[in-house]
């Protein structure tokens, strides 16, 4: 699968929900010019054209969560990604060797806010403060701990997606409480409480080596294939289990869109 169908454009590639808007604008036939034109650009994201293994639904007690869930594992270590453009090679490199000095004072583009109720354990605090590297093509994602900051950015683009705040609470552990999330528009207007999902998510694989499902939005066709491109282009190699998105997916998280400032 070559990267650049899957890199090249940020437009495209940052936010997932609206590369599958686009890829399902384009299978139902519209005609719409500017679906077109993103049809027609290099960075817009394709399937691999070799066969890639089952994903499967588990149930019941096949499932690690109790509910029902897509197992996407075969399907995320199966795609390897490759490149052929330099620049986009190079950019790669240069961005896994940042140490995220160059975040401090910066956030999302055009962000909107979500307040959050997260807590985490003393013994949690090293992963968190750690962040991640992307160490192979098929990280998707980097993560920085920056002046009581938390930031994600994909991997290939350097675009700042979200950014938490961090707080230290003393003798127990740390809190989360808000989220900067990139321009809404760009986000396939996604709901407060999505985002919040998408970014614990994020938290838990990425920094805790906790397997969590990737959330799928409410309205994404129950296709298993199209499903795991999705979570794949979302997450990357991490994103081995999903499953469907609704408000009440975590209940210890208290969601509520925010206007004001940290």
């Not at 034109?37 to 070799?50: F, L, M, Q, R, V």
């Not at 956030?107 to 109720?117: A, G």
């Not at 609470?169 to 989220?179: K, L, S």
């Not at 999705?230 to 998280?253: I, K, M, P, Q, T």
Request: a negative charge; proline letters at 6%; glycine letters at 6%.
């Amino acid at each position: 699968m070559e990267l650049t169908d899957i890199i090249a454009s940020s437009t495209f590639i940052v936010i997932p929900l609206l590369m599958w808007a686009i890829s399902a604008a384009i299978r139902k036939g519209r005609t719409d010019p500017d679906l077109q034109s993103a049809k027609d650009t290099p960075g817009t994201p394709s399937e691999p054209k070799i066969e890639l293994p089952e994903v499967h639904w588990l149930l019941g007690e096949d499932s690690p969560t109790g509910r029902k869930v897509l197992d996407c594992r075969a399907y995320a270590l199966g795609v390897h990604l490759t490149t052929q453009d330099k620049a986009a090679a190079e950019k790669f490199a240069v961005l896994t060797l940042s140490d995220g000095s160059e975040l401090e004072g910066k956030s999302p583009d055009n962000s909107w806010l979500v307040d959050v109720d997260w807590e985490f354990e003393y013994d949690q605090l090293s992963a968190l403060t750690a962040g991640m590297r992307a160490q192979t093509t098929e990280d998707l994602w980097m993560i920085d701990f920056r002046d009581d900051r938390l930031y994600f950015r994909r991997s290939w683009t350097g675009q700042l997606v979200f950014m938490t705040n961090f707080h230290m609470v003393p003798t127990v552990g740390a809190e989360i409480t808000r989220i900067w999330v990139t321009d809404k528009d760009q986000f396939g207007k996604a709901s407060p409480e999505y985002a919040a999902a998408y970014v614990r998510h994020l938290i838990d694989t990425h920094l805790l080596g906790i397997l969590t499902p990737f959330p799928i939005p409410p309205d994404f066709p129950e296709n298993e294939k199209e499903i795991a491109s999705f979570v794949f282009h979302s997450v990357g190699r991490r994103g081995w289990l999903a499953e469907y998105f609704s408000n009440a997916w975590n209940d210890s998280s208290d969601y509520v869109e925010s206007e004001s400032g940290d």
